[in-house]
Nanobody
Framework: QVQLVESGGGLVQDGGSLRLSCAAS????????MGWFRQAPGKEREFVAA????????YYADSVKGRFTISRGDAKNPVWLQMNSLKPEDTAVYYC?????????????????WGQGTQVTVSS
């Protein structure tokens, strides 16, 4: 069982930046591919970014490409989502997710473990 904990959400103005972190409780994330998803009120959960287990491959939704960066350090470090040039439409609850194996994925159903989510609000 992997327990994920997100942090770093908050309120930011249009054009601002935030960095989200996702850490595992009690174990490292080195053997998991990781993803970030978000869900706005009344909408389905959508893919934001993903990274394979080694950090050598990253994937982004078109809506965040060029503004968001997913990264990971060594086994002891969390997985980060650096969000720049934030827009009001980025407002959502952001979730990190983990899946066993090396390959990242873009569908929520491909992930076995989820964090509780962290709220990101971008004001205009």
């Amino acid at each position: 069982q992997v327990q994920l904990v997100e942090s770093g959400g908050g309120l930011v103005q249009d054009g601002g930046s935030l960095r989200l972190s996702c850490a595992a409780s009690g174990r490292t994330l080195s053997s998991y591919a990781m993803g970030w998803f978000r869900q706005a009120p009344g909408k389905e959960r959508e893919f934001v970014a993903a990274i394979n287990w080694s950090g050598s491959a990253t994937y982004y939704a078109d809506s965040v490409k060029g503004r968001f960066t997913i990264s990971r350090g060594d086994a002891k470090n969390p997985v980060w989502l650096q969000m720049n040039s934030l827009k009001p439409e980025d407002t959502a609850v952001y979730y990190c997710a983990a899946r066993g194996g090396s390959v990242a994925a873009k569908r929520p159903t491909d992930y076995s473990y989820w964090g509780q989510g962290t709220q990101v609000t971008v004001s205009s």
